[in-house]
């Protein structure tokens, strides 16, 4: 097994747990395998309670290129196929928070996993698109659903209908990323970030995450029952108590995810 | 009984201004001032004298620093903290209310701070305006609504950004994704506050009331059933005059 190269990479910085889709010599295409290992260190990610935080990048100097079409040569006609090449519910399962470190392009399917992420780190020399109407196509794996409820309706109906590609100081200003970066930064960038958010209180990230997330499919007001509900449940948490606490007595919190 | 007033209420004109008055605090919100805010909004709404609230923050350091931690889990169990929280359902109020609500925001606007900020509808803020939400570093889960505002107000990156990672906006920030819609000078924060109020002070009440009522609730229906509500509210207009 010594010359086995995972497709993707499962590992863990403090209580950041950091995937990375590793076929950088196929510019980090989707192909089958990575669909299936891409799954299993999402589910990895998610199951692992000492994991507080998500980071998601690419080996290399592109996130992902979108799909190897070579996985779609034989069954291209058959909507099928696309079904065993969709990653990114595994990627918006995760109730924590997730991070995306595009440390370049994101096109096509790759644009679509940075947008089943929380939030977006980008590189400077980075582009980003959903180029799908230029080769017939939609986008299918979330991107007419996520980039629209992310970027507003009337700049992603332009993204997509146009196939445009975007550079990164026009991806910032679109609200598509939250954060431009030196490339040699990205990774470190994105990880402190993470960092942040994995000192927070894990229960609290993931109450948050879920208030929002389903909070976008509700009325304002059973948005703020959700809310609300969250809040009373959270109260029962140990870790609560660890937040007010250090609050009053000036100090950091040790949280235990209790 | 509190000796003194943390939420003033003063009727000036058709402009009913209501100001966070815990200074020493930072115009922390606590129970005193739910209370107390929860009477002065209903006062001002039920007041047909008024036709706009305006809603700032006394003292120079902020408009609100957010909770007041040191009441926090003072309720006796989860169950009663449920059943006050709709019995006296003042972000529900804050909702229901039809005049607009106008925001004059400075300094410090932590946690509830922007919570209130994005329950009004038109949000001004002086230029040294810091905006942050601290809950989840506290392993809180923000309770006045700031999950769905936010969200609804600036959209979901920034929003994600401000909630999961505690990172502080400024004021310039604030005004490019749509958190506020103005920035002006500390010093003429009220005065610019009062001139938006008066501007809307001078509009048919009934229209202001049908446009904020129609956006709101359009926003919560397919598109169809949004213009239905419209056409109905137009008429509704027409026929009362």
Known sequence: ???????????????????????????????????????????????DDEVWAVLLTGSGDIFCAGTDESELASGWQEASALDRLRVCE?????????????????????????????????STAASFGLTHLEKGFIPWDGGTQRLPRLIG?????????????????????????????????????????????????????????????????????????????LSFLLQSASDRAEGLASFLERRPPTYTGK | MPDSDVVLYDKLGAVGHLVLNRPKAINAFNIQMRDELYLSLSAANDDPEVRVILISGAGDRGFCAGADLS????????????????????????????????????????GSGVEITCLCDIRIASDDAVFRM???????????????????????????????????????????????????????????????????????????????????????????????LERRETAKLISSR
Not at chain 1, 180 to 207: F, K, M
Not at chain 2, 74 to 85: C, G, H, L
Not at chain 2, 86 to 95: A, N, S, V
């Open chain 2, 134 to 228: 601290p809950e989840a570093a506290l392993s809180l889960v923000p309770a006045a609504g700031g999950t769905q505002t936010l969200s609804r107000n600036i959209g979901l990156g920034e929003s994600m950004n401000m909630l999961l990672a505690n990172s502080p906006m400024n004021a310039q920030r604030a005004l490019s994704v749509g958190l506020v819609h103005r920035l002006v000078s500390k010093k003429s924060l009220l005065d610019e506050g009062f001139a938006v109020a008066e501007v809307l002070a001078a509009l048919d009440p009934r229209s202001i009331a049908s446009a904020k009522q129609t956006i709101q609730t359009g926003l919560d229906m397919p598109i169809d059933q949004g213009i239905g």
């Open chain 1, 153 to 229: 309706t009337s700049r992603a109906t332009e993204m997509i209908l146009s196939s445009r590609i975007l550079a990164s100081d026009e991806a910032l200003d679109l609200g598509l990323v939250n954060l431009v970066t030196e490339p040699e930064d990205v990774v470190s960038r994105a990880i402190e970030l993470a960092s942040t958010i994995a000192r927070h209180g894990p229960t609290a990230n993931r109450y948050i995450k879920e208030a929002v997330m389903k909070g976008l499919d509700m009325t304002l007001e059973q948005g703020m029952r959700l809310e609300a509900d």
């Open chain 2, 71 to 110: 009441e926090f889990g003072t309720a006796p169990s989860q169950v009663v903290a449920r059943r006050v929280r709709w019995e006296r359902d003042l972000w529900g109020l804050f909702m229901s209310i039809r005049k607009p609500l106008v925001a004059a925001v400075h300094g410090f606007v932590i």
């Open chain 1, 90 to 122: 595994s990627v918006a399962s995760i109730d924590k928070p997730v991070v995306a470190a595009l440390n370049g392009d994101a096109i096509d399917q790759g644009l679509e996993i940075a947008l089943a992420c929380d939030l977006r780190v980008a």
């Open chain 1, 1 to 47: 097994m010594a010359d086995f190269d995972p497709s993707v990479t499962l590992t863990r910085d403090g209580r950041v747990a950091i995937i990375t889709l590793n076929r950088s010599e196929h510019r980090n295409e989707i192909n089958v395998d990575m669909t299936f290992d891409l799954a299993d260190a999402c589910l990895s990610a998610q199951q």
